[in-house]
């Protein structure tokens, strides 16, 4: 029988990049890169040399922007760029609107086009790219690849380079690093880590990972954590260890057997040309508001409408959506939020159904409620986790077939980041608005990113050509679904229940 494991060879000088962080580095297909793309907006403008020297201060203090990662039968490696060159990864971009193009419209097509435009395997995977002049200031363009971080730690290290930032706590260096060592940090080896993240929770990550789960899972896995201390408990902790070992056997087949979501336009072949929009920021504290009336939380409040706005789009281009649900993966955290600055990519997957086809908005809002309980108690995010770590091992034609099973039951890709409540400045200038976009995997061409900033909340949207060639048309719906569901939920019989 023929091993799914590559060969052994000797091991190259340098980091051992993580197995999770080894299966986004591979990713990457005809039709999607595995990059991570942001865009800052800064009021007033500022220069290409106090960006550079902001970068060099700041960001590079972060070893993984100074390294390469290059590829072995085991993996890859973390491998210092000996020929960095900050000239590389920091410049001008031109912006040239097309006739009858907006200065934004133009930016919109330039992100597009960067999302699709592969970064140099030979240097470090990552570039900003900057327009001196928008709309009275500048722009800012980031493009870094998945295998670096995932969007929790990216935003922090993004944080960390504004004005007022904190740098990187300093690790321990290590006395006597040997060949092939995980590098200059006080880390613990990667199989000690994915015991810790799959195999054993440690309370003070997997909880924080599951808090929107609910308490169930909370307590399974401190028992988990905690084996013997809980085995004192007697009859009812043997219950609850039981419970919680049924749980993990159902949502391993709930993987398993996930049925496809149904078929609309958004899902199909990509031709691998992408459209990015985004939205102007809803007034948090309003969100806030209907959540409470309503007794749902922001994200049900938020997904709702992307749910109505994706029903509308199809229906005015002749789709109806009625009796139609199409199936998001959200990330899940599973880290610590002070551990971000370390990089990596900590986080599970939950299938998340969106009901695009109620149109009522009160109706559409519990639905997502409901979804939204019904995976409490889940083990999906940690399993998934389980999943990239152990694909990470196999060859590349098997991990493609292994991960495709998440991008076959899906429609799009959806991940909600909280971010600053108050503006930030960044080389003496206000970031007055911000918005990233999500890769995805396999044939999925359609990524949403919902995120809070400044007292604000946005929704961005990344999509196939091929599948969702106008995504402003659907980013043009989101407004009008919260205005709906703000009146109607204005308008219902308050001091009841609703």
């Known amino acids: 029988m023929t091993s799914l494991l590559p060969p052994t060879p000797p091991v190259p000088a340098g980091e051992r990049m993580s197995r999770v962080d080894t299966a986004w580095l591979r990713m990457d297909n005809d039709v999607n890169l595995m990059m991570i793309v942001g865009?800052?907006?800064?009021?007033?403008?500022?220069?290409?040399?106090?960006?550079?020297?902001?970068v060099a201060a700041k960001l590079l203090q972060y070893d993984r922007f100074r390294q390469k990662a290059v590829p072995d039968a085991m993996g890859a490696m973390w491998v210092a760029d000996t020929a960095f060159d900050i000239d590389h990864h920091v410049l001008a971009e031109p912006l040239q609107p097309q006739r009858g193009e907006s200065e934004r419209q133009a930016l919109q097509r330039l992100c597009g086009e960067l999302a699709t435009r592969p970064l140099d395997p030979q240097r470090p995977l990552w570039q900003f790219h900057f327009i001196e002049r928008y709309e009275g200031g500048s722009a800012l363009v980031a493009r870094v690849h998945h295998c670096i971080g995932d969007g929790i730690a990216l935003i922090s290290v993004m944080l960390s380079i504004t004005d007022g930032g904190s740098d990187p706590p300093r690790r321990r260096r290590r006395s006597t690093p040997s060949v092939g060592d995980r590098?200059?940090?006080?880390?613990?080896?990667?199989?000690?880590?994915?015991?810790?993240?799959?195999?054993?929770?440690?309370?003070?990550?997997?909880?924080?990972?599951v808090a929107m789960y609910g308490g169930g899972v909370a307590k399974s896995l401190e028992m988990l954590a905690n084996p013997q201390q809980n085995l004192l408990g007697g009859v009812g902790s043997s219950l609850d260890m039981a419970r919680s070992g049924m749980q993990v056997l159902a949502d391993v087949g709930a993987l398993a057997l996930m049925a496809d979501d149904s078929p609309t336009l958004l899902k199909g072949r990509p031709a691998g040309r992408k459209r990015v929009a985004w939205s102007e920021p809803l007034p948090l504290d309003e969100v806030k508001a209907i959540g409470r009336g309503l007794g749902c939380s922001v994200n049900d409040v938020l997904l709702s409408c992307a749910a109505g706005a994706f029903g509308e789009y199809l229906r005015e281009r002749g789709q109806d959506p009625a009796a139609k649900e199409i199936r998001a993966m959200v990330p899940v955290n599973l880290r610590p939020l002070d551990q971000a600055w370390k990089l990596g990519n900590r986080f599970g997957l939950a299938p998340l159904v969106l009901p695009i086809g109620i149109a009522n908005p009160v109706e559409r809002v519990y639905a997502v409620h409901r979804r939204m309980d019904e995976l409490k108690g889940s083990y999906q995010p940690l399993l998934a986790f389980a999943v990239l770590a152990m694909s990470g091992l196999l060859i590349k034609p098997v991990q493609d077939l292994v991960l495709?099973?998440?991008?076959?039951?899906?429609?799009?890709?959806?991940?909600?980041?909280?971010?600053?409540?108050?503006?930030?400045?960044?080389?003496?200038?206000?970031?007055?608005q911000t918005m990233f976009w999500v890769p995805a995997s396999g044939d999925i061409g359609v990524g949403v990113s919902i995120l809070s900033y400044g007292g604000g909340v946005q929704f961005g949207l990344i999509t196939d050509e091929a599948l969702c060639p106008d995504p402003q048309a659907v980013i043009d719906r989101f407004q009008p679904e919260f205005d709906k569901l703000l009146l109607l939920t204005l308008m219902l019989p308050w001091g009841e229940a609703a």
């Open 404 to 432: 495709g099973m998440f991008a076959k039951k899906a429609t799009a890709v959806m991940t909600n980041v909280p971010g600053p409540a108050q503006h930030l400045k960044f080389c003496g200038a206000t970031l007055r």
């Open 39 to 54: 865009v800052w907006l800064l009021t007033p403008a500022i220069t290409l040399a106090a960006l550079k020297e902001r």
């Open 183 to 209: 590098g200059n940090d006080d880390r613990t080896n990667e199989g000690d880590w994915l015991a810790d993240a799959v195999l054993k929770p440690l309370t003070d990550i997997a909880v924080k990972a």
